[in-house]
C-alpha cells in the first residue's frame, strides 16, 4: 500500500502550490486522508485533514484561510489535494501526505493516528 505524494517547489512569498497525493482508490476507500509537515529543526505538526465520511475538513489555525484540502475519488484512485496559497516562508517544510482508516474524529488532527504515509515533497518559500 503505497500514497504517492507530488507538487512541491520552490515559490515566491505570497504565491500559490498544489500538492497532490495518490493511492489505490481500493486500498484506500473509507480512509481519512491527511497532509503535515515538517520544517527543519522541528517536529512533524498537523496541517490538514479530510474525512471520508461526509468529507469535512480540518486545519491547523496557521494554515486556516490559505490552505484548502479536498479529494478526489476516481475509479480506481483516491487522490488528494493539498491547495497552498498566500504562502509565507515559514510554510517552509517537507509535507507528507497521511491516510488512517477507522479513526475517531477527535484524532484526525493526531500524528500517531496514522497508518500510511507518503515519501515526502519538498516545498520552499522565498522571502
Known amino acids: 500500500v503505497q500514497l504517492q505524494a507530488s507538487g512541491g517547489g520552490l515559490v515566491q512569498a505570497g504565491g500559490s502550490l498544489r500538492l497532490s497525493c495518490t493511492a489505490s482508490r481500493r486500498a484506500f476507500s473509507g480512509y481519512d486522508m491527511g497532509w503535515f509537515r515538517q520544517a527543519p529543526g522541528k517536529e512533524r505538526e498537523f496541517v490538514a485533514a479530510?474525512?471520508?465520511?461526509?468529507?469535512?475538513?480540518?486545519?491547523a489555525d496557521s494554515v486556516k484561510g490559505r490552505f484548502t484540502i479536498s479529494g478526489d475519488n476516481a475509479k480506481n484512485t483516491v487522490t488528494e489535494y493539498l491547495q497552498m496559497n498566500s504562502l509565507k516562508p515559514e510554510d517552509t517544510a517537507v509535507y507528507y501526505c497521511?491516510?488512517?482508516?477507522?479513526?475517531?474524529?477527535?484524532?484526525?488532527?493526531?500524528?500517531?493516528?496514522?497508518?500510511?504515509w507518503g515519501q515526502g515533497t519538498q516545498v520552499t518559500v522565498s522571502s
Open positions: 497521511a491516510a488512517r482508516y477507522g479513526g475517531i474524529l477527535s484524532t484526525i488532527r493526531a500524528e500517531r493516528s496514522y497508518t500510511y
Open positions: 479530510i474525512r471520508w465520511t461526509g468529507g469535512s475538513t480540518f486545519y
